[in-house]
């Protein structure tokens, strides 16, 4: 079969349940029709319905869910001749599953495509009922649940299915919905699952050995493990403990041959909640419950709950030290304390289960570690945790124990290797291959650009400790953030400023075409440099400041007016100087996972370095003075940065006047700097710069009305009395000042002096460093 991802327009989801209801939200909101289909029209309505209202949001914007078409399988099977790709969301039951595709199975196209989203049935057993011709077009298609969210789908091929069909659904998946993508063996649970069940259940069961806390072990299994905050127990609760038993009790019953075999089995603890109907959120109480405000922990020997108390482990200090994970990783399993026993005990029979499984469940390492960081939002994957606490070092110590050490990893001490991965300097990342006991090259998603690759290929050409600028090839080249502070959150601070104003020059100077400015870390930026702001009000340095926010507007305004082209890629969290940066760019390409947002109001001050003007000029477009007035736009830039609005994705952010209508919005978060590159090359031929906009302000008038709302919130006891301040001063800036006239147009710069006298003079209120320190020392906004 050949075609593109794109030849396929309309999706049919069998199963409007939880999960089929949300993949025809991820589906509707990356452009597909969809044809949702159940036993009856209702039920159909009620899970578009449910999925609209589900919190994290299953849509990208309220709006996409008119592209989902609720149907039922009596009256409109006729419905599925549209349909490219058919995906069953049924529950896993083989029976039902193999009666359902015998009623849609001559009513699909000869080109259609059929997948199951089954979580552990194979692939093989599915595929028997089907006609031989659809067997060539069948695979499991496993995403995880929310899939809006979770990166993770597992492909599994029929023993029948061509590979051209593989080919095309691995593109569609990975292309247009920007998934990562694992080819797993037709093993039951598959990759994710089966390693990261078997890690849970091991956890339950060292909990009970070591007689530690469900909070003990949360503590020690969440982010200081590079895990997600949810951990063990929390996690557990969230996804359900009748779930969790369920995956465990399939791999226990097919799974005979597994050294393992007996771990899947539940632990009594779990068998007790199970049998008392506590199976965690959707129950109300699984290891943990809430009670009013308070989080209560179950007591593993009573079985009954008991207020939650923070643990204190000295390995967990230790490991907190370092900002690595890897180092982290190190640090705690071999600390000698319980910490570091029981970090031992999990790690290493985690890995040594999954060195056991390659070749059984996946054919490489690759797709282990990508299945457990894709799927289970793990930062390293099993063998990346190998390298990370030494190889060598963990079988000596596994050798000491007693414990076998799997054949893969003697292979790979034979072969005079010391890790799993090795990047060598002007190549590629390799990986050892059990099959030849060599190394093979990672392979990537093709088109996919990975900025290490390229600054290992010796194409760095400026760097600092917070950022680089890269030669990314074909006259672009990329400014990268990596803060040597923050990695995670990348601040914006004076290096990557001195950074940028360098890249500027040597851009022009070198002859580059055009800048990308992106990077590969997990948020593009969280904002600017709090802290350092803070310390200059409390100084009272403001010349300093006012030079700061100064040096910032004016780089911004270089981005903009850049005699070559500049392209942004943000993702993930951009805040306050994050949007600042990214705004004056000449074209977006925003992954439709960003929360972006000006949040400086929740600090007590406004935007330092265009944020005012950035978001009024964009809904200025939007909402033109000639069509408008002059005050739609500024009302609507007021409640944006006065409530310090955070978008829900790239879409809610074009709403709220982060993104301009015609900046470009992706799914695929690994193909985003690629498609950057491509933009800057498409503008660099006979670019010219954007002429400065002429802006029309409502002055006075505009002002009044602001401040009669402000004053109103006031007196209903909504705001302080400094939100008020702070809102009075926005709506001056806002409304044009003292010069603001319908007749008389402004000038950019105008804005941004009167945004930096505001910024500044905030920054010297007390309140406003106290919601300053406060937002530094908790992480949370401070009300005053």
Avoid at 15 to 41: H, Q, Y
Avoid at 704 to 730: M, P, V
Wanted: with cysteine.
């Amino acid at each position: 079969m050949s075609g593109t991802q794109r030849d396929i327009e309309r999706i049919a989801v069998c199963g409007a349940g939880v999960m089929g209801s949300r993949l025809a939200a991820l589906f509707a909101s990356a452009g597909f029709e969809v044809s949702l289909f159940d036993l009856s029209r209702e039920l159909s309505e009620s899970g578009i319905e449910t999925a609209a209202k589900a919190r994290p949001a299953a849509f990208y914007a309220p709006r996409f869910k008119e592209r989902i078409e609720p149907l039922e399988y009596e009256s409109h099977l006729d419905r599925l001749e549209t349909c490219g790709w058919v995906v069953e969301a049924i529950a896993e039951n083989l029976e039902w599953k193999h009666e359902l595709y015998g009623k849609i199975a001559p009513h699909l196209r000869p080109d259609a495509i059929l997948t199951s989203n089954t979580s552990g049935l194979l692939a093989a057993e599915l595929a028997a009922a089907l006609p031989s011709d659809l067997q060539r077009r069948f695979l499991i298609t496993h995403f995880f649940n929310p899939p809006r969210y979770m990166r993770l789908v597992e492909i599994v091929p029929g023993p029948q299915t061509e590979p051209e069909v593989v080919d095309r659904v691995q593109r569609l998946i990975g292309e247009t919905l920007g998934k990562g993508l694992v080819t797993a063996r037709d093993t039951p649970n598959f990759i994710g699952n089966r390693i990261g069940i078997f890690g849970m259940l091991l956890a339950l069961k060292l909990t009970e050995r070591m007689r530690l806390t469900v909070e003990q072990v949360d503590a020690l299994t969440g982010t200081v493990m590079g895990r997600p905050k949810s951990a063990t127990y929390r996690t557990a609760d969230i996804v359900g403990l009748d779930t969790l038993a369920a995956v465990a009790r399939t791999a226990l019953e097919r799974c005979t041959d597994d050294e393992q075999h007996e771990m899947f089995a539940a632990p009594p603890v779990l068998t007790a909640l199970l049998e008392k109907g506590w199976l965690g959120q959707k129950s109300g109480k699984g290891f943990y419950q809430k009670r009013g405000k308070e989080i209560l922990a179950l007591d593993f020997d009573s079985l009954e709950y008991r207020p939650k108390t923070k643990p204190r482990m000295d390995g967990i200090g230790v490991a907190l030290r370092f900002k690595d994970i890897g180092r982290r990783l190190d640090a705690l399993v071999y600390n000698p304390d319980p910490a570091g026993t029981f970090a031992w005990e999990l790690i290493s029979g985690s890995l040594v289960y999954a060195a056991n499984r390659v070749g059984e469940i996946a054919d490489s390492i690759v797709e282990i570690d990508r299945a457990l960081r894709w799927g289970f939002g793990w930062e390293l994957g099993p063998f990346e945790v190998w390298d990370a606490i030494g190889v060598e070092r963990s079988v000596r110590r596994l050798a000491e124990e007693g414990k076998p050490v799997p054949q893969l990893v003697g292979r790979l001490l034979d072969s005079g290797r010391e890790s799993f991965y090795t990047v060598e300097r002007g190549g590629p990342s390799t990986f050892f291959d059990l099959a030849t006991a060599a190394p093979r090259p990672v392979t990537r998603q093709p088109g996919t650009i990975v900025l290490a690759d390229q600054k290992a290929q010796g194409r760095e050409i400026l760097r600092n400790w917070s950022a680089s600028l890269i030669d990314l090839g074909d006259g672009v080249a990329c400014l990268e953030f990596h803060s040597a502070l923050q990695p995670d959150f990348n601040p914006i601070d004076g290096a990557i400023l001195d950074l940028l104003d360098q890249s500027l020059e040597t851009i022009k100077r070198q002859g580059f075409d055009g800048l990308v400015v992106s990077h590969d870390g997990t948020h593009f930026c969280a904002g600017a440099n709090l802290a350092m702001i803070l310390e200059l009000a409390r100084n009272r340095r403001f010349e300093d400041l006012e030079l700061v926010s100064r040096t910032f507007q004016e780089l911004t305004q270089r981005i903009k007016y850049a005699p070559f082209p500049v392209v942004a890629a943000p993702f993930s969290l951009c805040l306050g100087g994050g949007f600042e940066m990214v705004a004056p760019c000449r074209q977006i390409v925003a992954l439709a996972e960003l929360y972006c947002g000006t949040v400086e109001t929740g600090v007590g001050l406004i935007p330092g370095a265009g944020g005012t003007l950035r978001v009024l000029t964009h809904l200025a477009e939007r909402y033109p003075t000639k069509r408008f007035g002059p005050t739609m736009a500024v009302l609507k830039a007021f409640e944006t940065i006065a409530f310090a609005k955070v978008s829900g994705s790239a879409h809610e952010a074009r709403e709220l006047g982060y993104l301009r209508q015609d900046n470009r919005i992706v799914l695929s978060r690994s193909l985003q700097i690629a498609l950057a590159k491509r933009i800057v090359r498409d503008l660099a031929d006979r670019y010219r710069p954007p002429e400065p906009p002429v802006m029309t302000l409502p002055g006075r008038g505009a002002r009044l009305a602001i401040s009669t709302t402000i004053k109103g919130y006031r007196l209903a006891g909504k705001i302080s009395e400094h939100d008020a301040l702070i809102g009075n001063g926005l709506a001056h800036v806002l409304t044009g000042g003292s010069r603001a006239s319908v007749h008389e147009p402004l000038e950019e710069q105008y804005l941004l002096d009167l945004e930096r006298e505001l910024f500044v003079s905030l920054a010297g209120e007390r309140k406003s460093q106290d919601r300053m320190a406060h937002m530094l020392k908790t992480g949370k906004p401070l009300r005053n």
